[in-house]
């Protein structure tokens, strides 16, 4: 049972994976096929990540205080 649920959490993995990566050049095909300038597209593939990481920096932070906020009785 065990083997299973490891098998099925690992293909979810790879699958997400590979499906991510094939997000980015369809993405692009897409962008480019409207006539969106190449530029923009290069910029808002990069501007992603960063403001993921910055939102996901301030989910964490946000937790990790409240969890050392002293409780209140």
Do not use: Y
Request: charged share 10%.
């Amino acid at each position: 049972m065990a083997t299973t649920i490891h098998h099925n959490q690992s293909g979810q993995r790879i699958r997400w994976t590979l499906l991510s990566l094939a997000g980015i050049p369809c993405g692009l095909i897409v962008a480019l096929a409207f006539g969106v300038p190449l530029q923009t597209v290069v910029g808002l593939l990069l501007i992603t990540p960063i403001l993921t990481g910055m939102v996901g920096a301030a989910v964490s932070t946000s937790k990790v205080l409240l969890r050392r906020r002293p409780e209140r009785r």
